[in-house]
């Protein structure tokens, strides 16, 4: 199972992400936990200074734009 983290404030931007990742995750069919992070604490503690960020398994993928629906498939597809 993936686990799935958006890290942003609530702008519109973080929230744009958190969809297109729930609906890329479920058009691949794979087993995911997402998770919304908006404390600015927690979110410095992933070393990011901009968001949007995502988190795939504890690791920063992105951060400071809200990557493409393709981008966001290949992030979810690798191992």
């Not at 942003?8 to 729930?22: P, S």
């Not at 734009?65 to 992030?75: A, G, N, T």
């Amino acid at each position: 199972m993936k686990s799935i983290k958006v890290l942003g404030t609530g702008c519109a931007k973080c929230d744009l992400l958190y969809d297109n990742v729930n609906k890329v995750a479920d058009s691949l069919g794979i087993e995911y936990e997402l998770d919304k992070v908006s404390d600015i604490n927690d979110i410095i503690g992933f070393g990011v200074m901009m968001t949007p960020a995502l988190v795939i398994d504890g690791i920063v993928k992105v951060s400071g734009k809200v990557p493409k629906e393709e981008e966001i498939k290949d992030l979810l597809q690798q191992k």
